[in-house]
């Protein structure tokens, strides 16, 4: 970034962490404690798999008893389910369109068993053919990530909405140097 070393107090973030690939996200978390002032924050939602894996059966269920909440929390379950290799976060978009769509081939019964709205379920389709690559981190991996260059780590559960419980607020600041 064309900022200024230890120029800027806070980095603000809704899931932008997850929108790139982990080698990325590594360059972005430098970048992030470059600019950052000393007593800096970065101050970010991330949205986090869970440390055992859910599967597609456990999401169809769900579904069918009308607990998976909002399509898009639908759309991150089932990204976090098929990630292609357990040990990675990383999962192109394209692929996650591919997963839904294989799970859910009938989008007018989707919408019609959930209440949910087809136009909501159709921007799944901006994913088709993208290059894109998403990254879905345990909490333990993303803090870890986060203590390489933050003396302080802390995530914070918080929110009701549909799938709250999996993208926390991370609240990493740099060390006060010493006087």
């Known amino acids: 970034m064309s900022i200024a070393s230890h120029s800027i107090a806070y980095v603000l973030g809704d899931g932008s962490l997850n929108a790139v690939s982990t080698a990325v996200l590594t360059e972005v978390l ?9 007593e800096g924050s970065l101050i970010a939602r991330v949205f986090c ?14 579904v069918k008893l009308g607990r998976a ?3 898009h929390a639908l759309k991150w379950r089932v990204a976090m389910a098929a990630l292609p290799d357990p040990a990675s976060p990383d999962i192109a978009v394209s692929a996650i ?22 136009a ?27 203590r390489r260059w933050f003396a302080s780590v802390e995530i914070i559960h918080c929110g009701s909405y549909p799938l709250a419980e999996r993208c926390p607020i991370l609240v ?6 010493p006087l």
């Open 69 to 71: 909440g909002s399509f």
């Open 49 to 62: 798999r869970p440390p055992n894996a859910e599967s597609a059966a456990d999401i169809r269920r769900d």
């Open 120 to 146: 909501e379920v159709d921007t799944l389709d901006v994913y088709d053919g993208s290059s894109v690559i998403y990254n879905f981190p345990t909490e333990a991996a993303i803090f870890a990530l986060l």
């Open 97 to 118: 369109r591919d997963a839904v769509i294989a799970q859910y081939p009938d989008r007018h019964a989707l919408c019609r068993s959930t209440g949910w709205n087809r």
């Open 172 to 177: 990493a600041r740099k060390p006060i140097p």
């Open 30 to 38: 430098q970048e992030v404690a470059r600019v950052l002032r000393p």
